[in-house]
């Protein structure tokens, strides 16, 4: 990759404008970022006979090494660097984001340190090489962030030819086509060339059971507990949780026979439908939220 790519890791910015201490940060060579993932196969080899049997092959976590170089204009601004360098991806309880502004836009991946930032200072003292060794437990690299909401059924009146509601070309009511009727499915496209795991949330009131389908496949979810209004159920399809709140744990109230047929495909959309046993209202909501992902 050249210097038209920008790289953003842990809030540090490459290849980009200097910074307050007049350093410009290069990135200069990547490897495994471009690439697809490593494989992880599970073939058994067939006993007395040529080859194995047919396994899925996964895609394990991606390891990613950036290489570049530091140019300080001063001996204290290239020691700054050097610190900032070091600290990079070092708190070992959380993910850092590391960003790339491709030609085609902004992509992202959760990575920590793999290894150590390995640096050496050029003759002179005023710059300097490093290498960064980086891994992301999740493979995928994601776009921004997008979301879609979907509401209950609700019947629609439709024009009214035989009561005093319908055609009206004489007074001011104009023509009536009825009630508003709900949302619909929420509809969520992933340009991507990966799968992508959405997050669902529920907004009441909704009388269980509650069931969201996934109207292209038929795919299911169903909550068995009551959501009134002001309450929030969230459930994250990558993380297998199934919150109330953000923060009370109710995967046991939930039935879903196959989290990955919820998954967003690549290359394609998919609809989810929100159904509960109740009347419809207009205020219960299905709000999903999911990031096009590529390999």
């Keep these: 990759m050249g210097l038209r790519v920008r790289w953003v890791l842990d809030g540090l910015v490459f290849n980009d404008d200097p910074d ?3 350093t410009e940060y290069l990135i200069t060579s990547e490897a495994g ?3 697809s993932p490593p494989a992880r196969t599970t073939s058994t080899d067939r006993t007395g006979a040529h080859g194995g049997y047919p396994a899925p092959v996964w895609a394990g976590a991606r390891t990613i090494d950036l290489g570049g170089r530091v140019i300080a204009t001063s001996w204290e601004a290239r020691r700054r660097a050097e610190h900032r360098l070091a600290a990079l991806a070092s708190d070992p309880t959380r993910l850092v984001e590391l ?5 085609t836009g902004d992509l992202t991946a959760s990575v920590a340190r793999s290894d150590t930032t390995q640096v050496a200072i050029d003759p002179g003292g005023y710059s300097l090489s490093f290498a960064l060794a980086l891994r992301a437990p999740d493979p995928r690299k994601y776009a921004t962030p997008q979301n879609a909401d979907g509401g209950l059924p609700v019947e629609a009146g439709g024009l009214d030819f035989e009561t005093g509601g319908g055609l009206d070309l004489e007074t001011k009511g104009g023509m ?3 009630t508003a009727s709900g949302l619909g499915p929420a509809v969520a496209a992933n340009p991507g060339t990966a799968d992508s795991a959405p997050v669902l949330s529920l907004f009441g009131p909704l009388t269980p059971p509650i069931t969201i389908t996934r109207t292209d496949s038929a795919a299911t979810l169903t909550y068995l507990d009551p959501i009134p209004v002001g309450q929030v159920v969230t459930i994250d399809i990558a993380a297998r949780t199934v919150l109330l709140g953000g923060a009370t ?4 109230r939930a039935i879903i026979p196959d989290w990955d047929a919820l998954t967003i495909p690549a290359g394609g959309r998919a609809e989810f439908a929100l159904t509960h046993n109740d009347v419809p209202n207009l205020a219960a909501r299905l709000h999903v939220t999911w990031r096009p992902a590529w390999w």
């Design 249 to 252: 744990q109710r995967r046991h």
């Design 176 to 178: 009536d086509f009825g």
């Design 20 to 22: 307050p201490d007049c």
């Design 99 to 103: 960003r790339c502004t491709e030609e």
């Design 33 to 35: 970022w471009s690439s």
